[in-house]
């Protein structure tokens, strides 16, 4: 069974620009959340998906968005990237959302903003 | 505010020492505990789910432990492949969410 797929692995992106990251969760799972890793911050919540529908969401600005396609694949956006985006962007899979079950992370994306 | 400790913050062992990790937490509600182990530059690996007090979980060198306000993570005779980043993470009650709060890690070395 497939894991959880991210892409691209490294992106390098200029300030201000935007960047979408994308997620493929494992098959059957319905549930993708998001989160930025720092060395300063640890893991944090981004937001989560669930059927096409943001259902939870940190404590981020606006500048980061994301959506969920019918096939549960998903896709995170940041506009005009600054600085302090840089991090490791992670997804993670579950099957079901608000029940006993685990959560699977993908690889992660690497953000660098020069 | 729902919050997550762990400790230490760096573990050095040698080869066959055994050891623990804690991690303290407080939450209005626990619905489950997640132990990840996170190699460099790679996502967490998912390690254990514990969701009641006095739970127990085993795989190979590892064990977890659940208590109602701490989790243990006891690593029998490590060997070097086990050096990794530890992250421990909550999921609280509260509507249908699969939010998970992590601690901030502790990273494990074992030297041969």
């Known amino acids: 069974k497939a894991g959880v797929t991210q892409t691209p692995r490294y992106l390098i992106k200029t300030r201000g620009q935007q960047v979408t990251l994308s997620c493929s969760p494992i098959?059957?799972?319905?549930?993708v959340s998001w989160y930025q890793q720092t060395p300063g911050q640890g893991l944090q919540f981004l937001f989560e998906?669930?059927?096409?529908?943001?259902?939870n969401k940190g404590n981020f600005p606006g500048r980061f968005s994301g959506r969920q396609f019918s096939n549960s694949r998903s896709e995170m956006n940041v506009s005009t990237l600054e600085l302090g985006d840089s991090a490791l962007y992670l997804c993670?899979?579950?099957?079901?959302?608000?029940?006993?079950?685990?959560?699977?992370f993908g690889q992660g994306t690497r953000l660098t903003v020069v | 505010e729902d919050q997550v400790t762990q400790s230490p913050e760096a573990l050095r062992l040698q080869e066959g020492e055994s050891s623990s990790l804690n991690c303290s937490y407080t939450?209005?509600?626990?619905?489950?505990l997640f132990w990840y182990r996170q190699d460099p530059g790679k996502g967490p690996e998912f390690l254990f789910t514990?969701?009641?007090a006095g739970e127990e979980k085993e795989k190979e060198r590892l064990k977890a432990t659940l208590t109602k306000k701490e989790s243990f993570l006891h690593i029998t005779a490590p060997k070097p492949e086990d050096s990794a980043t530890y992250l421990c993470a909550v999921q609280a009650y509260g509507g249908a969410t699969n939010k998970l709060i992590f601690g901030t890690g502790t990273l494990l070395a074992v030297q041969p």
């Open positions: 098959s059957g799972h319905r549930s």
């Open positions: 939450v209005s509600g626990l619905r489950g």
């Open positions: 998906y669930f059927s096409e529908t943001q259902r």
């Open positions: 993670a899979s579950s099957p079901d959302l608000g029940m006993n079950t685990e959560a699977f």
């Open positions: 514990l969701y009641s």
